[in-house]
């Protein structure tokens, strides 16, 4: 046995050894397999094996020490845990032997974890569960959950949409406070804020929308003059029975956005107020924030002003209907609308043409593409996929909406505080790929600086009429930055514009909503509280789990839709997006979009970042963006709940 001053020479030993390990912090990163890695934060990657794996969770924030690993690579080892964010997860409840567990659908949670008796809210075997870790697994690798909610098993309608909001952290139902609030508003509620306020109810205002909508939020009138059109866009006016700070104004705040899931939507404001008493009903007095905008005849805007107004709308028309007035299509439909309201529809379309054409010479306009509508049946599931195509009334409606959001940046501009949605081009680690590109393939654009607004809108407007081997604006394209939101107005490159912001749907969005506070607060003194940095990232972050979340579900319908095309059934499509392991094809027929693998392709491929290319490391075949090819189903990855096609007419020698 040591005695005590060996033991305490031992100790010391390793107080030294602790004293002199160098740690660095970071963030747990997940992969696939059993092993991670942590991002740390002086921008290197240090990888974790499969025990230390065990202890985090991704996107804990450690500290690491490192150590010798195999093939003479270092490794990490978790000294501490300072932080995690995953709190709440969904997974599958599974019953092995003697122990419950919960297997995380959430990714890079590659364990089960173990469910205490206490904690297993009645759950069954196989059923999807919303769980809370209760035990983080840092001291030995064996984490514990808690079950919060049962959502249900495979194959029960609605299951995907309910999982799927669960996995985001959404909430279906409003609070009880945003409840009782929107159910003690009535039309009453609206008489006493008619005050002040002009009234335009003899106007013959109009909303262009989707037969089944009902939060409608524009009306569109407008009036030929000496010099063009003056344009009024009425928008519904939320903010007029929504306190700021009330239960409705915080829980929209934390929703940021509607999101128009399949079948039905998961709205920003409950439907007391945005079907019902600030829709922009047709017969029905309604409370309005209206821009009135003078439009030239070369589709230029000049003047325009803000008004808080009352509005009738004469009519709900839909996009089909307006669409065959405009183009001379007529029927019984459009031969019973009232003569007001055809001549204000011929006018819009006028004015609404000469505001693209502006556009077009001066700004970017957006590529058009085939749509495509998910119709759902009794089940929740995909009935049918049906494609649409955008309209003669699909363009009026947004080019009279783009010239009002244009208006009100140019008001916010000359304010000391307000809200833009800016956009800054290429992204900035792809500025040298695209450089390469133009001169590969378009040496006299070479010279073109895409990072200013004009040499962008320059190079997207020249790259479009480009004949060459490679499709060199789509993969411009593929490159940009994401828009984002900013309290300084700065350019919108991705429209060609100064500066942008939104306040036409504030049903709909937040930052809309939040726009005409600011719009109300500079012209009548309306008191607001000023949205700070954290408040916008929290806004921003919710846009993007919006859209996430709306993209999952999605692809999870898809990807069950997709198991009745038959294996041997080939369908056409394009090629859209390219990685290293593969490339995605969106089917025409359907939109339908899945992943070919390079492994199931003859020949071995390497990926090339200037042109996005896949190209053959022997022989001349590619695959690049715009290709068209034929694919056939080849199954789907349950874990990704991914499309997978097989690569049709597989010829090593085929373009």
């Known amino acids: 046995m040591l005695n005590a001053d060996a033991l305490n020479q031992l100790r010391q030993l390793k107080n030294d050894i602790e004293d002199k390990k160098v740690v660095y912090p970071g963030t747990v990163k997940a992969t696939n397999g059993r092993f991670g890695f942590v991002a740390l934060d002086e921008g290197r990657d240090v990888f974790l094996p499969p025990e230390e794996m065990q202890k985090v969770l991704p996107g804990d924030r450690v500290t690491v020490s490192e150590v010798p690993g195999e093939k003479g690579r270092t490794q990490g080892i978790v000294e501490e845990l300072v932080d995690t964010s995953l709190t709440t997860f969904v997974g599958r409840y599974l019953i092995r032997g003697k122990g419950h567990f919960v297997a995380p659908e959430t990714p890079g949670v590659g364990r089960w974890i173990f469910l205490p008796p206490k904690e297993r809210l009645n759950a069954e075997p196989d059923d999807f569960i919303y769980c809370r870790i209760l035990r983080h697994p840092i001291r030995d690798g064996k984490g514990q959950a808690q079950v919060l909610k049962v959502i249900g098993k495979a194959g029960d309608p609605g299951i995907e949409r309910s999982f799927t909001l669960a996995s985001f952290d959404m909430d279906e139902e409003f609070p009880a406070a945003v409840t009782d609030q929107a159910e003690a508003l009535t039309e009453a509620s609206i008489s006493p804020l008619r005050e002040g306020r002009e009234d335009r109810t003899d106007q013959p205002y109009v909303t262009i929308d989707s037969p089944g909508t009902q939060d409608m939020d524009d009306a569109l009138l407008v009036e030929p003059n000496a010099t063009g059109w003056r344009l009024s866009v009425a928008i519904a006016d939320p903010t007029a029975l929504v306190p700021e700070g009330s239960p409705a104004d915080v829980e929209a705040r934390k929703r940021a956005t509607a999101i128009y899931f399949p079948g039905e939507p998961r709205p920003m404001l409950p439907e007391a107020i945005s079907t019902r008493l600030c829709s922009l009903m047709p017969e029905t007095d309604r409370l309005a924030l209206v821009c009135d905008l003078q439009v030239n005849n070369d589709g230029s805007l000049g003047e325009f002003s803000f008004h808080q107004a009352v509005i009738r709308s004469r009519g709900k028309l839909s996009y089909e209907l307006v669409s065959q007035l405009v183009e001379d299509r007529h029927n019984e439909e459009t031969d019973a609308l009232a003569p007001e309201i055809t001549n204000n529809l011929d006018q819009l379309h006028q004015a609404a043409t000469a505001l693209r054409k502006w556009r077009s010479e001066h700004a970017l306009l957006n590529t058009e593409r085939p749509e495509f509508r998910l119709r759902l049946d009794e089940n929740r599931r995909i009935r049918t996929i049906e494609p649409t195509m955008q309209n003669e009334a699909h ?21 000391d505080s307000g809200l833009f949605v800016t956009h800054p081009g290429i992204r900035d680690d792809r500025a040298d790929n695209i450089r390469t590109l133009l001169e590969r393939y378009a040496p006299e654009l070479a010279s073109i600086d895409p990072s200013s607004p004009d040499g962008f809108r320059e190079l997207m407007v020249r790259t479009a009429e480009l004949d060459t081997d490679a499709p060199v604006k789509t993969i411009i394209a593929r490159q940009l930055a994401r828009a984002e939101m900013a309290f300084k107005a700065a350019p919108h490159q991705g429209m060609g514009l100064p500066a942008y912001t939104t306040f036409t749907s504030p049903l709909r969005r937040y930052v809309d909503f939040y726009v005409h506070r600011l719009i109300k607060a500079a012209l009548w003194n309306e008191q607001h509280q000023t949205l ?11 846009q993007l789990q919006a859209r996430q979340a709306s993209n999952s579900l999605d692809n999870w319908l898809k990807s069950d839709y997709a198991r009745q095309l038959g294996d041997d059934t080939v369908f056409t499509g394009v090629i859209t997006r390219t ?11 359907n939109g339908l979009e899945g992943f070919v693998s390079c492994k199931t392709i003859s020949g071995k491929y390497s990926f090339d970042p200037v042109t996005l290319r896949l190209e053959a490391t022997k022989g001349a075949r590619t695959f690049q963006l715009d290709q068209s090819v034929s694919v056939k189903l080849a199954g789907i990855d349950e874990e990704r709940r ?3 096609f097989e690569l049709v007419d597989d010829k090593p020698g085929a373009s």
């Not at 080019?399 to 916010?412: G, K």
């Not at 700070?532 to 919710?542: F, K």
């Open 642 to 644: 991914q499309i997978n």
């Open 532 to 542: 700070e940095n954290e408040g916008l990232e929290s806004l921003q972050l919710a």
């Open 395 to 415: 363009r009026l409606v947004e080019e009279c909406m783009v010239a009002a959001n244009r208006c009100a940046a140019r008001f916010l501009s000359e304010l």
């Open 579 to 589: 990685v290293p392991a593969g490339f995605f094809v969106r089917l025409d027929a």
